[in-house]
């Protein structure tokens, strides 16, 4: 409401003769107990008018009504001013802006940003976790894209390591040749099998060790197997070409194994990197920190940078032997990306557990006068738990992503057959809506809650055709194309000479918000603020069906006409909307 905040400006300007700048004009959406569609806080103004917070709003109040047509009338609430907006000013809205196709679209803003996500290990299936980060780095890139950016998807995997050699070196002492084809499994779930193996044999070496009277210390430094491991690496980094065989063997199974899971959770990437074509960048970075001195050199040769005065500690970023550590390859890596896509802003998807690594990160990046470190953003999220407790991956307790796909989809198919409204559905249609419900169901609700927040998932409170819930938006999203589809519904007339109730004007004003919502989502890289939007329009559709006569046996055409295109503006709105969080809504259900 842009012609509010030119006319509170003019208001004031000759009311109290005082210019003052848009900023000082806060607009809210007035509160659902007091009349009126639009809040001016008064509070910002008092200085100019030299009056009291209610004899300012009372003022303005006057001068708005008179001079704006569409300003049908105002109250005062202490410092706040409520102003009630004519129905016709949202009837112009609605039949202008809303019906049209292009409504909740924005135009490219020629601005470049990369969201990097997933980021798996490849010695275990993705899980529980994995989700949670993969459906939100989907859906941040997503919104992103809606309002305007080119973005960039990358992957970086991390393919190397003592974790990776763990898997080696336990599928060529246990294995006997297994392959996924050999066993019917999934290339990550092979992989992640000897993982577990690997940790379980080797906790029993630690066991027979300090029966033996080592320490747990010394027992889990010597055991056999650890230092195998440590061999195994070593030679990996040593071109070893059996081991790097191995490596490019059971990788390929891994990979394989995530590109399923990657479609059945409906994400994608335009770009993988890769940790064993990057661990050894960041050198350079070294190198010309040492010679800025924004990185010093202790005794025994190692690499520092004192970061207390900016509130952190010493970060060690080359070891006395001169190999890398996480920060030195994390530092050629962002530099790496930088050349390739040079983006305006970065976003890395990352859990809570590394917020420190991020904010030494990007210090160090900035002190090194790097102009684009100021871009660089760490979306960070909490843990996701189930009723039963936290998961604990070495142990093979981990809640599998594709088990978890697989119970979502189950789940779905159980409490839709219960409803019985698909009896007459073919088989493919039938599995094509249980894919869309459990899958919705788990994205929705994951989603749903604020990143940064800590979350208890329960599948079966997710899978609930009532309450905040994707398949209560997806039935929404199926009733109105239903209720569309009876009447013949041809497209979107517009009609302007037609009453409206007072519901059907809260659902103007909630639609008229969708791009808003869309920017707010964006800006704050968080679906959930879209999500719970969502609902709202859903929560409000279902009241305007239920408290208007049958829609398709209106008699009065302009009437008839209005609420048709009311429900396909909710229809476009909630399709669009939960296409950005990656969610698929059924035409029926």
């Known amino acids: 409401m842009d012609f509010i905040i030119t006319e509170a400006i003019k208001g004031i300007q000759q009311l109290y003769n005082e210019v003052v700048p848009e900023s000082l004009i806060n607009i809210q959406d007035t509160r659902k107990e007091f009349e009126g569609q639009a809040t001016i806080v008064v509070f910002p103004i008092v200085k100019y008018s030299k009056k009291s917070p209610e004899q300012t709003a009372n003022d303005l109040g006057n001068y708005l009504v008179e001079h704006v047509d569409v300003i049908s009338g105002f109250n005062v609430v202490k410092g706040f001013l409520n102003l009630s907006i004519a129905h016709e000013y949202w009837l112009n809205l609605f039949n202008t802006e809303l019906l049209n196709p292009a409504f909740g679209t924005f135009s490219p803003n020629g601005q470049k940003v990369m969201v990097e996500y997933s980021s798996p290990n490849t010695n275990k299936p993705l899980h529980l976790g994995h989700v949670r980060n993969n459906l939100l780095g989907y859906s941040v890139a997503e919104l992103l894209k809606a309002v305007g950016y080119e973005v960039f998807k990358v992957n970086l995997v991390n393919d ?4 990776i050699c763990k898997s080696m070196l336990a599928w060529q002492k246990w294995g006997e040749g297994e392959t996924p084809e050999s066993s019917c499994l999934k290339g990550d779930h092979l992989v992640g099998k000897y993982y577990v193996i690997f940790d379980k044999e080797y906790k029993k070496e630690i066991e027979s060790l300090k029966a ?7 027992a889990k430094k010597n ?8 061999k195994m690496l070593q030679d990996w980094e040593a071109g070893d070409a059996d081991v790097i065989q191995l490596w490019k063997t059971m990788n390929g199974w891994v990979y394989d194994g995530f590109e399923v899971t990657y479609k059945n959770l ?4 335009d770009q993988y990197y890769y940790e064993s074509n990057t661990y050894l960048l960041g050198k350079g970075a070294v190198e010309e920190g040492l010679a800025k001195g924004v990185f010093f050199k202790k005794e025994d040769g190692s690499v520092w940078i004192d970061l207390t005065e900016d509130g952190l500690d010493q970060k060690l970023v080359l070891r006395a032997d001169g190999t890398s550590v996480y920060i030195t390859q994390d530092i050629g890596t962002a530099e790496m990306k930088q050349e390739d896509f040079n983006m305006d802003k970065s976003i890395y998807v990352v859990g809570n557990e590394q917020d420190y690594h991020f904010k030494v990160l990007f210090l160090i990046l900035e002190k090194l006068g790097k102009s684009w470190a100021k871009g660089l953003y760490h979306l960070s999220y909490g843990m996701v738990d189930l009723p039963s407790g936290k998961m604990k991956s070495r142990e093979g307790t981990v809640v599998d992503a594709d088990d978890l796909i697989a119970e979502m989809v189950a789940t779905a198919r159980q409490k839709t057959e219960v409803l019985g409204k698909v009896n007459d559905f073919s088989e493919e249609e039938k599995e094509g809506l249980y894919q869309q419900i459990g899958l919705g169901a788990l994205k929705y609700f994951l989603l749903k809650v604020e990143p940064k927040k800590r979350l208890l998932f329960d599948p079966s409170e997710s899978i609930d055709f009532q309450g905040n819930t994707g398949p209560f938006i997806q039935y929404t999203h199926a009733r109105v194309k239903s ?7 041809t497209g979107g007339q517009p009609v302007s000479a037609v009453a409206i109730t007072a519901t059907e004007l809260d659902m103007i004003i909630l639609l008229a918000k969708y791009p808003s919502e869309l920017l707010a989502a964006a800006a704050a890289y968080s679906p959930a603020t879209l999500a719970n939007y969502l609902y709202e329009v859903a929560k409000m559709f279902n009241k305007f069906y239920h408290e208007v006569p049958p829609i398709v046996k209106e008699e009065d055409q302009s009437a008839k006409q209005n609420r048709l295109n009311l429900c396909a503006v909710t229809a476009q709105v909630l399709k669009s909307g939960m296409k950005h969080l990656g969610i698929e809504v059924p035409e029926r259900m």
Request: proline fraction near 3%; glycine fraction near 10%; aromatic fraction near 6%.
């Open 160 to 163: 190397r390591g003592i974790h």
């Open 212 to 218: 033996e009277g080592q320490t747990e210390e010394e």
């Open 223 to 230: 055991a056999p197997l650890i230092r195998a491991a440590q």
């Open 266 to 269: 409906g994400v994608d990437f």
């Open 483 to 489: 209720l569309l589809a009876k009447a013949d519904y």
